[in-house]
């Protein structure tokens, strides 16, 4: 039987603090009803003749009292919890990302470079590691105890989760959203590996087909290239019929829609801009693109994903 | 004709002016966003059916308690739930910066 | 309510007007839940229109406004009627609540057959009921066939709670017909009448949900 | 308010011989009948859930499952909380002490409505038996929460028939809490004020508000779901651009007040026992009245917190996360009280007593873990683990279950004119307290570990305490079979009871036990607060 648990990644100590903290409280919020209880079951028994006398008849001023202490406590412990949680949900920019998908039931993995493994998530120790995670089928959860990290991983959409190791291991992988039959075989390795170690393993597994080279193909087949260019520049300028706005350079760049809003393009809104064109159309171009919703696989979209961040800038000539 | 139903009738006229109004409304135009405000002639229309063919004001007060329990209630649902989705950003949307 | 003191009256209540009193209060709580039910349907709404907004709106240009603003305004005559027959039989004038009744529910009846067997008729044949013979292609699709599930789902419930009220208000007329009711004794009427008149108020918001949020320019 | 005469005759025998046939009984609108027909469906459905809590707790003694199938553990589980929250734990103390004793604490006849109260019994007898149809078919692997789209599109099971027995169960709630809130409106004894209402009529008027305004949420909730899953219809498909959160939201909606439908009542019961056998006026009635309503009315606010990490707005996070920390004070304000009221009392330690410190305790140590569930950065390691499952069968079992068990006890007297066997009594409260903790305790430490729940199997790390907690089970199963025998027993053989035999305050004492079908020969008129009972030093020195 093993009482702790290993703090694997950078927040996992906060976390811990935080829950600790919360036991602290609780045993002493413990003591202080047990205790109470204990006393008064044995000195106000019904056959003892304590004095009863003098009895406490304004109740006002200890009911305020013991309302205001559980407010400004609690109010703390809101404070520190929420500051938590918008930390651990704030991928740093540096973030190596590693794409997650979810079927019933096992994970699949699959690395910048087109290393693919299941029910396993190699990664390198000692940098911020990004996890862009969607779901085949029902909801599914990414849930690593040792990195004190779980969300949930949604059918249509990514999620993300990051973590930071500093301790090489190998550590549980759950899904804790309970998604059918076989939802305790959905269960995996993470293995954090020193960056020598994860190179080797990165060459080892290697396809020689990057996700963006892939990415390429599909590209391709899915006709994409017919309106963006065949390097993604944009149509119009390489002679396409149809006026498309260019994709080279456009991942992390800021894009403004027809409604005015400006928004970063991510993984997210190249996704949704492909499998929902009409909710994220770009100003100054006209809504032609049609959905590619229910055609392109989530391993697909990952890899023209991939493909279109791979695409530098244009050189202005 | 007492005055009740002198009442009445011009509850229901007033009602029909009302759903005028709002057949009209619909005709502006207006953004996508804006579209929803054609409700407030709806809950114009909605607050007359109560007071005028309900008749809440007449009964007792706890009939009021409970109708203002549901819409009370209504809110909640209907005002913590959508902000929800009203504030997920599936991606960072900064300030506007028009090039 | 006329004091009616005389009347018999369940043994957990002190008079006859303590029962009536009650009893029109459990219908108002009663409403108030129906309120919540409904509610829930509204959020669907919310967050249906607010992901999907053109595939919704577009779904919403296909309704059928005529139909749509003529059943508001049979629903609104219907409960103006009804109430009128309510504040006849508090004077007393048995024939009138009858009459009343009789326009109420052949008005209530008239929607449901325009509702049901017109519109519903129309849409069928449009293809716009949600599936894979739907009439809408392309992206806007998916949010279109989300309008019309709120669409068929909201006037199902609704029609089903009409049904319930054209029942209620039959019962109301044979009660009448037996010479049951009389100023001091008009619980059941004003209790229908309460749930007639909601029912028009849910139709009163799913319209403008239905026929007129979308129909933008 | 005028008192309605009774004619002398009409008030021989009891409720209980007023008629001894099955259609009586059948047809009766009697509260006091209708609650023990109750008492007899929640029972039932209490041991069939029982058994599927024994089952799992089995199936987890291995870490590979001593059931083979885990679809078999799957429909277990989901069998277990579906008839646990809709049949047992929702209804539990409304239904049946509320039923019995709420006109009788009030000063009336009877509810306000009492075919509808025969109604709901009707409409939970048929969503009961479709239920155990759907068991007894196969049941669902979906979780008492249905989640979408596993519970629309992916799950095999008899989710429609589930989902439409809860559906009929949920009118059944409905009707109950309407009769209550206008009954406590409109049928109070003259001189019986809001102040002078006991705590438990209170906390069922709360109860009633959130039954009668959170259930039809449900209702519709589950509507949509069965439309989703006969027609497809999308809503909280993704692929239709449907939002598989929505159905959480309007779930949760539900659920999370839900969760107030079983732990206040328990406050109230609570709130009885402590002041009788204390002998003492309750500490800060007010504030334990108000805190019940302000219950209500918060526990709408809060149920964001079951999807810190499911995918929702960050805004709503935080939002949902401070509100759920307010829905914590009112609560902890109660426990201060209760603690309060013994201060100087004269304690006696029978059954309900026993039960009723228990309940403190559980529930305190229930409360305190829900603090973890609130703070968002623990919430993200702690939620979705044996931690959770931990912490709300202690707000649930180790907190209703008590105080339905505390109710009960303190109430059989007065429900069947016998009396228990009080030795018997007080080893059934000590075995429950101690199966209990030892059931789970250790499954906080599983949380924390990082055991997920609804697991079959599971690493062999998690083995020991996996096995202490189910040999916790085994203690407490007997120690639910112990009242059911020695109540049963006393039924046909206890001692019969008199009017008061615990000499404590409220209107119910003042009938006879058991009380004639009219409850009151003649209605009474309030002339004080609650919990009259003298004040120590007077007793102290007269007695």
Redesign the interface.
């Known amino acids: 039987m093993r009482l702790w648990l290993p703090e694997a990644s950078t927040t996992a100590p906060e976390i811990d603090y935080l829950i600790l903290a919360l036991v602290l409280i609780s045993c002493a919020v413990l003591a202080l009803v047990f205790g109470l209880m204990l006393l008064y079951m044995f000195k106000y028994r019904a056959g003892s003749d304590v004095d009863r006398g003098a009895l406490a008849e304004k109740t006002w001023r200890l009911e305020t009292g013991w309302t205001v202490a559980t407010l400004v406590a609690f109010f703390g412990l809101f404070l520190w919890g929420a500051n938590l949680y918008v930390r651990l949900f704030q991928p740093p920019a540096d973030a190596l990302k590693i794409y997650i998908i979810a079927k019933q039931w096992m994970w699949k993995a699959e690395h910048a470079g087109g290393q693919r493994e299941i029910n396993a998530v190699h990664f390198p120790v000692g940098r911020p590691i990004q996890l862009v995670m969607t779901s085949e089928d029902v909801i599914h959860d990414f849930s690593v105890p040792a990195f004190r990290i779980k969300y949930d991983v949604l059918p249509g959409r990514y999620e993300t989760v990051w973590f930071h190791s500093d301790r090489p291991g190998t550590y549980h992988l759950f899904c804790t959203q309970f998604c059918g039959t076989d939802h305790a075989h959905m269960v995996g390795d993470i293995v954090a590996m020193p960056q020598a170690d994860y190179q080797k393993w990165l060459e080892r597994n290697g396809t020689g087909e990057t996700l963006a080279a892939a990415g390429k193909t599909l590209f391709m087949r899915y006709g994409c290239s017919g309106c963006h260019g065949g390097n993604g520049v944009g149509g119009n300028q390489s002679g396409s019929t149809v006026r498309a706005p260019p994709l080279a350079g456009l991942y992390g760049s800021p894009v403004t829609l027809t409604d005015g809003r400006v928004v970063t393009a991510d993984d997210r809104y190249i996704r949704d801009c492909i499998l929902m064109p009409d909710t994220q159309r770009v100003a100054s171009y006209p809504p032609v693109m049609p959905s590619f919703s229910g055609q392109i696989g989530e391993e697909d979209l990952l890899d023209i994903i991939s493909y279109i961040k791979s695409l530098a800038p244009e050189k202005p000539s | 004709m ?1 005055r ?2 002198r009442q ?2 011009l ?2 006229i007033l ?2 002016v009302l ?1 005028a109004i ?2 009209g ?3 502006i ?2 953004g ?2 804006a ?2 405000l ?2 407030i ?2 809950i114009l ?2 607050a007359a ?2 007071t005028l ?2 008749q ?1 004001g007449r ?2 007060a ?2 009021r308690l ?2 203002a ?3 009370l ?2 809110s ?3 005002g ?20 | 309510m006329a004091d009616a003191s005389y009347l018999p009256h369940e043994f957990q209540y002190s008079s006859a007007r303590h029962q009536a009193e009650t009893a029109i209060a459990g219908m108002w709580l009663f409403l108030a839940t129906e309120m919540l039910f409904f509610g829930a349907l509204f959020l669907s709404w919310i967050y249906s229109r607010h992901w999907n907004q053109a595939g919704f709106d577009a779904g919403a240009q296909q309704t059928n406004l005529t139909i749509g603003t003529v059943n508001t305004a049979i629903l609104l005559a219907s409960s103006f009627v009804y109430s009128a027959g309510l504040a006849f039989i508090e004077i007393g004038n048995k024939r009138r609540l009858i009459q009343c009744c009789a326009v109420a529910w052949m008005l209530g009846f008239a929607f449901l057959i325009l509702k049901f067997g017109v519109e519903w008729h129309g849409d069928f044949h449009k293809h716009l009921f949600p599936g894979s013979h739907f009439a809408i292609t392309g992206p806007l699709s998916g949010g279109a066939q989300l309008f019309f599930i709120f669409y068929f789902v909201g006037t199902a419930l609704h029609g089903l709670h009409m049904i319930g009220g054209l029942i209620l208000v039959g019962w109301i007329i044979l009660r009448a017909r037996r010479d049951e009711f009389s100023p001091g004794y008009y619980t059941p009427v004003a209790a229908v009448g309460l749930y007639w008149s909601f029912v028009d108020v849910v139709w009163i918001v799913l319209y403008p949900l239905i026929y007129l949020v979308g129909r933008g320019p | 308010m005028s008192a309605v005469v009774v004619e002398a005759g009409a008030v021989e025998g009891s409720y209980l011989t007023d008629g001894v046939t099955l259609r009586s009984w059948l047809l009766t609108t009697d509260h006091k009948r209708i609650a023990l027909l109750y008492l007899g469906s929640i029972t039932l459905f209490f041991f069939v859930g029982g058994t599927a809590a024994a089952l799992i707790r089995y199936n987890l003694i291995t870490p590979q499952g001593m059931i083979a199938s885990a679809e078999t553990y799957n429909r277990l589980f989901t069998v277990h909380g579906v008839v646990m929250v809709w049949f047992f734990l929702i209804p539990a103390v409304p239904v049946t002490l509320g039923n019995f004793i709420v006109p009788l604490m009030l000063g009336a006849r009877d509810l306000a409505f009492p075919k509808l109260n025969l109604a709901s019994w009707y409409l939970f007898v048929v969503a009961g038996v479709v239920v155990l149809c759907s068991l007894f078919a196969g049941g669902a692997d979906t979780g008492w929460t249905f989640y979408t789209p596993l519970s629309s599109s992916y799950a095999r099971g008899h989710v429609v028939l589930t989902v439409v027995g809860i559906f009929i169960a949920g009118f059944s709630s409905i009707a109950t809490g309407l009769n209550f809130i206008v009954t406590i409106h409109r049928l109070r004894a003259p001189g019986m004020t809001w102040y002078r209402m006991p705590v438990f009529l209170w906390s069922l008027y709360a109860t009633s508000v959130i039954l009668v305004l959170a259930t039809p949420v449900l209702a519709m909730t589950l509507l949509l779901l069965g439309f989703e899953r006969i027609f497809g219809i999308g809503v909280f498909d993704p692929a239709l651009g449907g939002d598989p959160l929505l159905f959480q939201h309007l779930f949760w909606f539900y659920s999370h007040p839900a969760v107030y439908v079983m732990i206040l009542p328990g406050f109230g019961v609570i709130s009885e026992i402590i002041p009788a056998f204390s002998r003492k006026r309750i500490f800060g009635y007010k504030f334990i009245v108000w805190c019940s309503v302000a219950i209500a009315v918060i526990s709408f606010l809060v149920w964001g917190h079951h999807m810190f990490v499911a995918g929702t707005a960050l805004y709503s996070a935080l939002v949902f996360s401070i509100l759920s920390y307010m829905v914590a004070v009112p609560s902890a304000i109660k426990v201060f009280n209760w603690i309060g009221t013994m201060h100087k009392g004269f304690i006696l330690f029978d059954a309900p007593m026993l039960y009723a410190l228990g309940f403190i305790g559980l529930f305190t140590i229930g409360g305190l873990t829900g603090l973890f569930l609130a703070a968002l950065g623990a919430d993200v390691h702690l939620t979705q683990t044996y931690f959770v499952v931990a912490h709300f069968h202690y707000v649930m079992v180790g907190g209703m279950v008590s105080a339905f068990f505390a109710g009960l006890h303190y109430w059989w007297p007065k429900i069947t004119g016998r009396i228990y066997p009080e030795m018997w009594g007080r080893a059934g409260a000590l075995i429950i307290f101690i199966g209990f903790n030892l059931t789970f305790f250790p499954q906080f430490i599983l949380g924390y570990l990082g055991m997920p729940r609804r697991y079959h199997s599971y690493p062999p790390e998690f083995e020991v305490l996996n096995v202490l907690s189910s040999a916790g089970a085994t203690i407490l199963a007997a120690g639910y079979l112990l009242p059911l025998a020695y109540l049963t027993w006393s039924l046909f053989r206890g001692e019969r009871a008199s009017a008061n035999p615990w000499r404590a305050t409220g209107l119910e004492w003042m009938t006879p036990s058991p009380p004639p079908t009219v409850n009151f020969v003649s209605t009474p008129v309030v002339t004080e607060g609650p919990y009259a009972y003298p004040a120590p030093e007077i007793v102290q020195h007269h007695g």
């Open positions: 007492t009740r139903l009445l009738l509850a229901w009602l029909m759903l709002e057949f409304a619909s005709f135009p207006l996508r966003s579209r929803p054609v409700l002639p709806a229309m909605v059916v109560g063919f309900m809440i009964e007792i706890v009939v409970f109708a329990a549901g819409l209630w209504l909640i649902l209907l913590l739930g959508s902000l929800d989705p009203l504030t997920r950003t599936d991606y960072h949307v900064q300030a506007a910066n028009p090039k």
